[in-house]
């Protein structure tokens, strides 16, 4: 079994900033891409960035230029969301996922409370 265990989240102004991080722990796992998801109140869950074991990273446009994924070494078992210039509008359930597209596997995160106060 493969645990995901996120930290950093909590409670900023806005213009703040926050860092997150994701831990995979358990079983021997490489994922292929490990990323950073969000879930506001009364909306879907959606993505906000993923890097690839090749170190290739995805932000979406709403927080480019404001919020940066990394990772801490190659095999890729912890990740990093860096989270500047926060908006009121960034509050939310912040979940990390980790999948292999090689092995099928898709694991997620317990989710951890982001809030910007304005």
């Known amino acids: 079994q493969v645990q995901l265990v996120e930290s950093g989240g909590g409670l900023v102004q806005a213009g703040g900033s926050l860092t997150l991080s994701c831990a995979a722990s358990?079983?021997?796992?490489?994922?292929?891409?490990m990323g950073w998801y969000r879930q506001a109140p009364g909306k879907q869950r959606e993505l906000v960035a993923t890097i690839s074991s090749s170190g290739r990273t995805n932000t979406v446009d709403s927080v480019k230029g404001r919020f940066t994924i990394s990772r801490r070494d190659v095999a890729n078992r912890t990740v990093y969301l860096h989270m500047n210039s926060l908006k009121p509008e960034d509050t939310g359930v912040y979940y990390c996922n980790a999948n292999s597209v090689s092995t099928g596997e898709n694991y997620w995160g317990q989710g951890t409370q982001v809030t910007v106060s304005s």
């Open positions: 358990g079983r021997i796992f490489i994922p292929n891409t």
